[in-house]
């Protein structure tokens, strides 16, 4: 298994470009997530998918679009890049169950916007 | 989710047992304690979790103390590459809405020495 895989790895945007940032789990895993990482700070949820054709709002989704057309695929959309959203993105999935809702996260992808 | 209190760094020796406590006073029942690491400008990275008995994986053991306030996790055999940022996160697998998040504190700096 190849786990959560991300693309692109890094990206530099210009202010008002639009992008997608890609990721795949190969775990059939129910749930998804999109968080991001900001210097020094920690993890904050963007987005989540519970299931293929559901997806909800985390504490900062503004700025952003999601889909989940199959279980595999959850990726995110930048419409109008602005310097605020120069963080580091990691997408995660998880099985949740009664007994586990363990998150496995993907490498990340580092986005300058200038 | 409960608080966790975690010492803000540890230092040790290569080949060495390393022990990274956690506190977590504040747990309910139906909370497990997971534990996270976050290698430099990579994904978090699960390690292992546990409801009251003690656990073992490949990686770690997780020690829980019998009325479940803290827990250790126990690295048996440091290594360099074992130098990271370590979580402990307490929540309950059942919990939905913005519980979905993982809610990251500032860990344990674990610094792995020659």
């Known amino acids: 298994n190849a786990g959560v895989t991300q693309t692109p790895k890094f990206r530099i945007l210009k202010i008002g470009q639009s992008m997608t940032l890609q990721c795949t789990q190969d775990m059939n895993h129910n749930y998804m997530y999109w968080y991001r990482q900001d210097p020094g700070m920690g993890l904050k949820l963007i987005y989540y998918s519970v299931g293929a054709g559901i997806t909800d709002k985390g504490e900062v989704p503004n700025g952003y679009n999601v889909s989940r057309s199959t279980t595999e695929d959850f990726p995110l959309r930048l419409e109008l890049a602005a310097p605020s959203q120069t963080s580091v993105y990691f997408c995660?999935?998880?099985?949740?169950?009664?007994?586990?809702?363990?998150?496995?996260f993907g490498p990340g992808t580092r986005l300058t916007v200038l | 989710d409960a608080k966790t209190t975690q010492p803000p760094s540890m230092d040790c020796a290569e080949g060495r047992a390393a022990n990274l406590p956690c506190n977590h006073s504040t747990i309910s029942g139906n909370e497990y304690v997971y534990w996270y690491r976050q290698i430099h400008s990579q994904g978090p990275q699960y390690i292992i979790h546990?409801?009251?008995n003690n656990e073992t994986n490949e990686m770690a053991s997780l020690i829980i103390t019998e009325d479940r306030k803290s827990s250790t996790l126990i690295l048996p055999h440091a290594t360099l590459r074992d130098t990271a940022v370590y979580y402990c996160?307490?929540?309950?697998?059942?919990?939905?809405?913005?519980?979905?998040?993982?809610?990251f504190g500032k860990g344990t700096l674990l610094t792995v020495n020659p």
């Open positions: 996160i307490v929540r309950d697998p059942n919990s939905g809405g913005s519980n979905y998040k993982l809610t």
């Open positions: 995660a999935s998880s099985y949740r169950s009664g007994r586990s809702d363990t998150q496995y």
């Open positions: 546990g409801l009251k």
